[in-house]
């Protein structure tokens, strides 16, 4: 049963009430009560939005080009809205950065709606709530949301699932370049972003890429921009239009797989949960933690003991 307040929360997403927005993301960011209510009921209201992952090391620039690619995909026709996935702060529990410290020229821009949220020690700097909260922006109406992931380096690959289209950016003398390529993140990537391309070792990453991507099945498109200058954002801005056109003819294939891959997480971690309380209450545990202390048992055998003992 949905209350009173959380109907007209719900009823002024859908109406695109930036108060709305906020207080919804809100709710569903923090996992309070009533943020299931919330899914439910815009559910079915989602599915036109459109989702780029902007990724890669912490400096690369991100914020910087997320700022100046917005202004062009307004001039196509998109309605934007941008979250910036932050580290969490230990203390708050909340986002450490922000995002209008880090994106002024488009924080007083009212077409755009940013937030920024904490990773909360998600695996790939990704937030489990950042799926719903897509959901929120796309139900409130934005049909272009950029999502720009923590710079946590090589366990980027999860946004790649979140989204249908990833933006890898690199940036020459960071000293990290080559190892993300060796990482794989070429292989999750659709587009391949050399930022700072004014700087002297560009050239030299842009052409590693080239020959780097041109033996690997994805085959990313690689492209060359300076988002402090300001070159390269609107071509830039093309590509990125290119592929959200050319998924659109698999939306279906795309979506099964973000929600098999969202279905699957949601179900590993409630079983985590649910063995987790069970070991706290489960007295074989606590006695094997004792054996295996004074060397009486090795841990496969304390294992294999502890899952016959726990009632499925």
Same mark, same amino acid.
Request: glycine letters at 8%; charged letters at 25%; proline letters at 2%.
């Given at each position: 049963?949905?209350?009173?307040?959380?109907?007209s929360?719900?009823?002024? &997403?859908?109406?695109?009430?930036?108060?709305?927005?906020?207080?919804?993301?809100?709710?569903?960011d923090?996992?309070?009560?009533?943020?299931?209510?919330? &899914?439910?009921a815009?559910?079915?209201?989602?599915?036109?939005?459109?989702?780029? +992952?902007?990724?890669?090391? *912490?400096? *690369?620039?991100?914020?910087?080009?997320i700022?100046?690619?917005?202004?062009?995909?307004?001039?196509?026709?998109?309605?934007?809205a941008?979250? #910036? /996935?932050?580290?969490? %702060?230990?203390? =708050?529990?909340?986002?450490?950065? +922000?995002?209008?410290?880090?994106?002024?020229?488009?924080?007083?821009?009212?077409?755009?709606?940013?937030?920024?949220?904490?990773?909360?020690?998600?695996?790939?700097?990704?937030?489990?709530?950042?799926?719903?909260?897509?959901?929120?922006? !796309? *139900?409130?109406?934005?049909?272009?949301?950029?999502?720009?992931?923590?710079?946590?380096?090589? /366990?980027?690959?999860? @946004?790649?699932?979140?989204? !249908?289209?990833?933006?890898?950016?690199?940036?020459?003398?960071?000293?990290?370049? @080559?190892?993300?390529i060796?990482?794989?993140?070429?292989? &999750?990537?659709?587009?391949?972003?050399v930022?700072? *391309?004014?700087?002297?070792?560009? +050239?030299?990453?842009?052409?590693?890429?080239?020959?780097?991507? %041109?033996?690997?099945?994805?085959?990313p498109?690689? @492209?060359?921009?300076?988002?402090? #200058?300001?070159?390269?954002?609107k071509?830039?801005a093309?590509?990125?239009?290119?592929?959200i056109?050319?998924?659109?003819? @698999?939306? =279906?294939e795309?979506?099964?797989?973000?929600?098999?891959f969202?279905?699957?997480?949601?179900?590993?971690?409630?079983?985590?949960?649910?063995?987790?309380?069970?070991?706290?209450?489960?007295?074989?545990?606590?006695?094997l933690?004792?054996?295996?202390?004074?060397?009486?048992? !090795?841990?496969?055998?304390?294992?294999?003991?502890?899952?016959? %003992?726990?009632?499925?």
């Amino acid at each position: 049963m949905v209350s009173p307040e959380m109907s007209s929360i719900v009823k002024g &997403v859908l109406q695109g009430d930036r108060r709305s927005i906020a207080r919804a993301i809100s709710i569903v960011d923090n996992n309070e009560k009533e943020s299931r209510a919330i &899914v439910q009921a815009v559910f079915d209201k989602t599915g036109k939005a459109k989702t780029v +992952g902007l990724t890669g090391s *912490a400096g *690369a620039g991100k914020s910087t080009l997320i700022g100046k690619l917005v202004p062009e995909f307004h001039s196509l026709g998109y309605s934007v809205a941008i979250l #910036a /996935v932050d580290p969490t %702060s230990p203390i =708050t529990g909340g986002a450490i950065l +922000g995002d209008r410290v880090r994106m002024q020229s488009v924080a007083s821009d009212d077409r755009v709606f940013m937030r920024s949220i904490g990773s909360r020690g998600s695996y790939g700097g990704i937030s489990r709530s950042l799926r719903n909260i897509i959901r929120i922006l !796309d *139900a409130a109406g934005y049909d272009l949301i950029l999502i720009e992931s923590v710079g946590a380096g090589q /366990v980027q690959t999860e @946004i790649s699932r979140l989204v !249908d289209v990833t933006a890898i950016v690199f940036t020459p003398y960071t000293g990290d370049h @080559i190892q993300n390529i060796k990482a794989g993140l070429t292989e &999750v990537g659709d587009i391949c972003i050399v930022n700072k *391309a004014d700087l002297g070792g560009a +050239g030299v990453l842009y052409q590693s890429l080239l020959e780097y991507v %041109s033996d690997t099945q994805k085959k990313p498109r690689v @492209i060359k921009v300076s988002a402090k #200058a300001g070159k390269g954002i609107k071509e830039l801005a093309v590509n990125i239009e290119q592929m959200i056109r050319q998924t659109s003819s @698999i939306q =279906t294939e795309i979506e099964k797989k973000k929600l098999e891959f969202e279905l699957r997480d949601m179900i590993l971690s409630s079983i985590e949960q649910k063995v987790s309380s069970m070991l706290n209450k489960n007295s074989t545990y606590h006695n094997l933690i004792d054996r295996l202390a004074k060397k009486k048992i !090795d841990p496969f055998e304390a294992t294999e003991e502890v899952i016959r %003992s726990l009632a499925w």
